[in-house]
């Protein structure tokens, strides 16, 4: 599943490969993937300029110069692929996005992906992506933000991080090495956390994500031309590698259920 590293670098590449294009057809081969019909979706796309493509949190959003926003989210997995031409159309998409210069993009979503389109006046109010925080990848989000951000709190320290409406971007992916790296638990309480580690957790959010951006992001996810990251599960710490020894340590790595997802930790490193 795309995260803040796998997203930002692909709405990087469309913005610098769609902006000034304008748009020729649109066809939603499924249907329930969007918010209205295909009929009104080409009617309020057609013959406009793609102005900008910027994400917020894991949703990609095109601004068109006639207002309208298209909105696309990749759920819990999937690939968007540019084409030069249509004779190197993907086997397999929901989604084809056609512009007037013979080039475009398909998506196709393997579960619960969207794409929306939301005019300028009810975008700040639409409810997919409204709540949606700032990401680590902001110059905003920095320390003195993010402890203001855990002050008062008393949920656990993995349901806050992996909620949208605290952190935009950060899902169970990068979530093992992060707490990992923060030598926390994941269902230890902010409120037990002291300074030190809430600046630990800090920093390891930085340097996990920071990691994956400057290797392409993760291998197992496609870029707008079909390229792979360079980010390997070798790169991972501890995620994914139940029963492995710990790097730092040696003990074995185990699985534990947090809520409705689990995390790989280290029960000498982390414990609780």
Request: proline residues 3%; glycine residues 8%.
């Amino acid at each position: 599943m795309a995260e803040l590293p796998e997203i930002t670098k692909l709405a990087g590449q469309m913005k610098s490969t769609l902006q000034g294009k304008t748009l020729k057809e649109i066809n939603l081969l499924q249907e329930k993937c969007a918010n209205i019909p295909e009929v009104e979706f080409q009617k309020r796309t057609m013959s406009t300029k793609v102005v900008d493509v910027y994400h917020k949190g894991k949703w990609i959003i095109t601004s068109l110069a006639n207002g309208e926003n298209i909105l696309l989210s990749l759920g819990m997995g999937g690939d968007i692929f540019y084409f030069e031409n249509e004779d190197s159309l993907p086997e397999k998409y929901q989604i084809k996005v056609l512009f007037t210069d013979g080039s475009g993009y398909t998506a196709r979503f393997w579960w619960f992906g969207k794409f929306l389109l939301v005019h300028n006046v009810e975008l700040e109010s639409e409810p997919s992506t409204k709540d949606i925080a700032m990401d680590p990848f902001d110059k905003r989000f920095t320390l003195e933000y993010f402890a203001e951000l855990l002050k008062g709190k008393k949920t656990q320290i993995k349901a806050f991080l992996i909620n949208q409406k605290n952190i935009g971007g950060i899902g169970n992916m990068y979530m093992h090495d992060i707490l990992f790296k923060a030598k926390l638990h994941p269902q230890k309480k902010i409120s037990d956390m002291s300074d030190d580690e809430i600046n630990g957790v800090y920093d390891a959010i930085m340097a996990v994500l920071d990691l994956s951006r400057s290797k392409g992001s993760f291998s197992y996810e496609s870029d707008f031309f079909g390229q792979k990251g360079g980010y390997s599960m070798d790169d991972f710490l501890i995620g994914y590698k139940d029963g492995q020894p710990c790097p730092v340590c040696g003990e074995k790595i185990i699985s534990v259920k947090t809520g409705s997802t689990s995390t790989f930790i280290c029960p000498v490193c982390q414990k609780i």
